[in-house]
């Protein structure tokens, strides 16, 4: 499902649980972003979008079953090197948080502000703006 | 030189003589086994001193004349289950010896051919294997507990999971709505709603921290043929 500009970044939001992926949407509804938003369930067939499609932004559960966030996010670095990666997580893991540190991933921890969220996107997307300016 | 532990041995036997023969035999091993002694003369009265006093070993003699010391092992045991019983049997009677040890006795020995060394080498064997029995009950308690903590903590982490993301969406319309232009009344409210939910986001995050609880002791089971660790007393 696409929401808002098509001619926006394109921004991914990947979740198994329908709940939080749905409660995401509704969020990033009101928000207004002038962006082009795809939410995806299964990390599979985010990977498959990417794979087509242009991907600017992705946020991400850590914990799905058929691939966890860190294997989609390397996939789709290797697809969009530029892209903001966050991944957003209902657990705090240390192990986690260094990995994400290691791999230049955002890592946010539940509960938290998805203005927050936003305004990280916002400012990954106008980093990759400048450095594809300069 | 530490101090050796002090056990309790109880000598039963109908038979004055056979005792203080048993005694002499003790004696010569009072070095490696530094036993308190104390003696009966038939079942009942070792049964007494049993409930009465802190046993480690009983030397139960079954031929007596208030009879078969066999009878007695199961009572002893209900009144002392960490007690090592050794059987002295007659000789050639072997089938004695095989039904004391299925009644709980952790050895025998054949009256008549005891030597101090028979008699040492009996009573560390089965002090032995009920120390080793009380081990093995203690680690199954520990990885039990361990098991019940585990799958409690794992219970309040997928709790404390599921709230995150309700928290997540309350948290970030409330500060949507703090941009609304709204009359004094209104926003008073949303304020009030908004430090509440910074307060639920804090607390939620305390929470989480339960995700690096382990039990102690943490054991991951060893699976077949893995290695049982004595886990250490507090």
Known sequence: MSLNDPSGAHVVFVDDDLYVLDSMR?????????????????????????????????????????????????????????????????????????????????????????NDVRALIEAGLEKARQKEGA | MPARPQFTLLLVDDDAMFRAGTRRLLWITREALPFDIVEAGDGAQALQVIQRQPVDCVLLDNQMSGGLGLDWIP????????????????????????????????????????????????????????????????????????ERQKVMVESLATACHHIGQPATVVYTILQMMMKWDLPPGQKQMLQDALASAESLVDDIHRLQAINEYRPVPYLASPGPGGNIVEVPAD
């Open chain 1, 26 to 114: 509704r969020v990033f509804m009101h928000m207004n972003t002038p962006w082009h938003l795809e939410f995806f369930a299964n990390p599979r067939e985010a990977l498959e979008y990417v794979k087509h499609q242009p991907c600017d932004a992705i946020v991400s559960d850590i914990s799905m079953p058929e691939m966890t966030g860190f294997g989609l996010l390397a996939e789709v670095r290797a697809r969009h090197p530029a892209a903001f990666c966050v991944l957003l997580s209902g657990d705090f893991c240390e192990a986690d948080l260094r990995e994400c540190e290691q791999w230049g991933y955002v890592f946010l921890e539940k509960p938290c502000s998805l």
């Open chain 2, 75 to 146: 009572k002893f045991l209900a009144a002392a289950p960490d007690l090592a019983v050794v059987m002295i049997t007659g000789g050639g009677d072997e089938r004695t010896a095989v039904e004391a040890m299925k009644k709980g006795a952790m050895d025998y020995l054949v009256k008549g051919s005891m030597t101090a060394e028979s008699l040492q080498r009996a009573i560390t064997n089965a002090l032995e294997k009920v120390e080793m029995r009380k081990t093995l009950a203690r680690q199954r308690a520990s990885l039990i507990d361990a």
